[in-house]
């Protein structure tokens, strides 16, 4: 537990996480790797690794007030704080909202959890593989919300029954030979046909151009054509 983000518990504060987004809130709740912030609306959960800096907002013009109910993602009795891995556990199977690249928020729900990536359900990407260490934070749907006017009683998407690795890099070389997107599909996003994986280099074979390589430690989303 960090005592410095103990110490603003109740504060309001600005957060700048990585890619130079801002966060403002009321510092709630941290653990060892995660502090948990209330925008005035929702709960926003965010690794510590991704926070680049932060301070006391004394501006707070959006007059942010302390939420009137607790967050329903907190450590279990048993545990001495919560970590981000917690959250992840405790958010599989319900609507959350997450960021992890190219300015755009993804919206669906954790399917499966795995050493070093999990499994997510978008109604637009549908399956996506994420790796969590490029997860820079996840904000719980309240109870009787679902994402795009989505019946909030569909049953939820279960997995197809693939066998999945369990690292992120196994995962991307089982998707060998087949053409993939990597990274959403934003400016910074890869098209094509994964040739090969070795260590932490990845072959891509774009539509009619010579093969590319990625750096497998760059590589934040993994979704099927």
Do not use: C
Request: no cysteine; net charge negative; charged share 20%.
């Amino acid at each position: 537990m960090n005592n410095i983000i103990q110490s603003l518990i109740k504060e309001v504060v600005r957060v700048e996480v990585s890619g130079k987004r801002l966060i403002n809130g009321t510092v709630i709740d941290s653990g060892s790797d995660v502090i948990v912030l209330f925008n005035g609306i929702d709960y926003v959960y965010i690794p510590v690794d991704h926070i680049q800096r932060f301070g006391i907002y004394d501006d707070n013009e959006e007059d942010i007030q302390a939420p009137s109910e607790s967050p329903n993602i907190t450590a279990l009795e048993n545990e001495k704080e919560l970590t981000f891995r917690e959250v992840l556990t405790q958010a599989q199977g319900n609507y959350v909202e997450i960021y992890v690249t190219n300015g755009q928020p993804l919206h669906g729900y954790i399917m499966s959890l795995m050493n070093d990536y999990f499994i997510f359900y978008s109604p637009i990407y549908k399956t996506m593989y994420i790796s969590i260490q490029h997860l820079k934070w996840l904000i719980p749907y309240s109870k009787n919300e679902s994402p795009y006017g989505m019946n909030n009683q569909t049953n939820l998407v279960q997995s197809n029954g693939q066998l999945l690795a369990n690292t992120f890099k196994e995962q991307v070389e089982k998707f060998q030979n087949t053409i993939v997107v990597l990274n959403i599909g934003g400016d910074k996003s890869h098209i094509g046909k994964i040739n090969n994986v070795e260590e932490q280099i990845v072959e891509i074979k774009g539509a009619r151009t010579n093969s590319y390589y990625l750096n497998l430690d760059h590589i934040k989303t993994l979704h099927e054509v």
